[in-house]
C-alpha cells in the first residue's frame, strides 16, 4: 500500500498535530469480502482528497469544530478478514488511550469490528447505533464469520447494538433481530418521532457505524451495495445530532463509500464525518 493520505481539509499544522488533536482519522483501505461492487478501498483517501473544499465554519452550528484538531493516522493494511479486527482494535485502543476521538474510514464495512470492539473493551455502558440498509446480522457469509454482511453479528457479541435505516436482510437474520432495537426504512418514513425513541435507548456512551448505504441512492449512489428507499441527508444529520446530544458519542466510522469518479458522494461522506465532529463539539459545550 503505497498511496498517499492527505490530511482532512487541508488544516493549518496548528490543528493536525497528532499531539493536541482531538480526533484521529485512522484509513482502513480494505475490500476483500465485498460481494457486489469493489472499489472501497480507495473510500479512505477520496473522501481525504475532496475534504479541502470543505469550508471551516458550520452554519448549522455557529462553530468551527477543525479548531479541536483533526489528525490522519497512518492507515491500516490486512490481507485477510481474519486478521482484520484485530489490527484495528489494536490501533483504535491506541487513540482512546491517547485520550483521543477515533474516526475510522473503510473501506468495507467489516473495518468497523475492531473499532467498536476497542470502544466496547475501553468503555463500560457502551451502545454501537448503526447505520445501515443492512442488518448485517449473518453468523458467516461466504465462509467467513468476518465478512461484511456479519459486522453487526461480531459487534452485537461484544456490546448491545441499535439498528437505523435497515431494508435488506436474509430470512436467517431474522433469529438474531431485536424488535425493540432495530427501526427498518419503511417505518422510518412512516413515523416522525423514530429518532427520540432510538436515542432514549442509549446508553452513556455511544459508538456509531455509518455503512453509507444508509442513505438513498439517489443522495449517494457511490457505494458497493446501494438500496432504494434510504435515508435523506437531514434525517441523517438529525439523529447524529440527537445521539450526540443524548449519550456521549466516543468514536465513529464511515464506510463503504466506492468511488466512481463523480464528487457528489465523497464530497457527502466528508461533510458528514465534519458535521459529526460539529455536533460531538457543541454537545461538549453544553
Known amino acids: 500500500?503505497?498511496?498517499?493520505?492527505?490530511?482532512?481539509?487541508?488544516?493549518?499544522?496548528?490543528?493536525?498535530?497528532?499531539?493536541?488533536?482531538?480526533?484521529?482519522?485512522l484509513p482502513v483501505p480494505f475490500d476483500a469480502t465485498s460481494t457486489f461492487r469493489k472499489g472501497a478501498d480507495l473510500g479512505p483517501s477520496t473522501l481525504l482528497e475532496v475534504s479541502n473544499q470543505l469550508e471551516e465554519y458550520d452554519i448549522e452550528t455557529g462553530s468551527i469544530p477543525c479548531r479541536a484538531g483533526i489528525y490522519v493516522e497512518e492507515p491500516v493494511s490486512a490481507?485477510?478478514?481474519?486478521?482484520?479486527p484485530d489490527r484495528v482494535q489494536q490501533r483504535t485502543r491506541r487513540i482512546l488511550e491517547a485520550g483521543k476521538i477515533?474516526?475510522?474510514?473503510?473501506g468495507e464495512h467489516s473495518v468497523s469490528v475492531g473499532s467498536a470492539w476497542?470502544?466496547?473493551?475501553?468503555?463500560?455502558?457502551?451502545?454501537?447505533?448503526?447505520?445501515?440498509?443492512?442488518?448485517?446480522?449473518?453468523?458467516?457469509?461466504?465462509?467467513?464469520?468476518?465478512?461484511?454482511?456479519?459486522?453487526?453479528?461480531?459487534?452485537?457479541?461484544?456490546?448491545?447494538i441499535l439498528q437505523a435505516g435497515i431494508r435488506s436482510m436474509d430470512i436467517s437474520e431474522l433469529e438474531f433481530v431485536d424488535p425493540d432495537r432495530i427501526f427498518y426504512a419503511?417505518?422510518?418514513?412512516?413515523?416522525?418521532?423514530?429518532?427520540?425513541?432510538?436515542?432514549?435507548?442509549?446508553?452513556a456512551r455511544t459508538y456509531l457505524t455509518i455503512d453509507l448505504d444508509a442513505f438513498d441512492p439517489s443522495i449517494?449512489?457511490?457505494?458497493?451495495?446501494?438500496q432504494p428507499g434510504g435515508l435523506d441527508w437531514y434525517t441523517v444529520l438529525r439523529l447524529i445530532r440527537c445521539i450526540a446530544e443524548k449519550s456521549?458519542?466516543?468514536?465513529?466510522?464511515?464506510?463503504?463509500?466506492?468511488?466512481?469518479?463523480?464528487?457528489?458522494?465523497?464530497?457527502?461522506a466528508a461533510t458528514l464525518l465534519y458535521k459529526t465532529i460539529a455536533y460531538i463539539e457543541t454537545a461538549a459545550e453544553k
Open 1 to 25: 500500500m503505497n498511496r498517499q493520505y492527505p490530511q482532512f481539509m487541508y488544516l493549518s499544522s496548528e490543528f493536525r498535530d497528532p499531539e493536541t488533536a482531538r480526533y484521529h482519522i
Open 79 to 84: 490481507q485477510e478478514p481474519e486478521e482484520l
Open 102 to 106: 477515533p474516526i475510522i474510514l473503510g
Open 118 to 160: 476497542a470502544a466496547a473493551e475501553y468503555f463500560d455502558d457502551l451502545t454501537v447505533v448503526q447505520l445501515d440498509a443492512h442488518s448485517d446480522l449473518r453468523q458467516s457469509y461466504h465462509g467467513s464469520p468476518f465478512n461484511h454482511a456479519c459486522v453487526m453479528a461480531r459487534i452485537r457479541e461484544k456490546s448491545p
Open 186 to 203: 419503511h417505518q422510518i418514513h412512516e413515523d416522525p418521532e423514530w429518532i427520540s425513541r432510538l436515542c432514549s435507548r442509549l446508553s
Open 220 to 226: 449517494l449512489p457511490s457505494t458497493g451495495t446501494p
Open 248 to 268: 456521549r458519542l466516543v468514536g465513529f466510522d464511515i464506510v463503504e463509500l466506492c468511488p466512481d469518479g463523480s464528487h457528489a458522494s465523497p464530497m457527502l
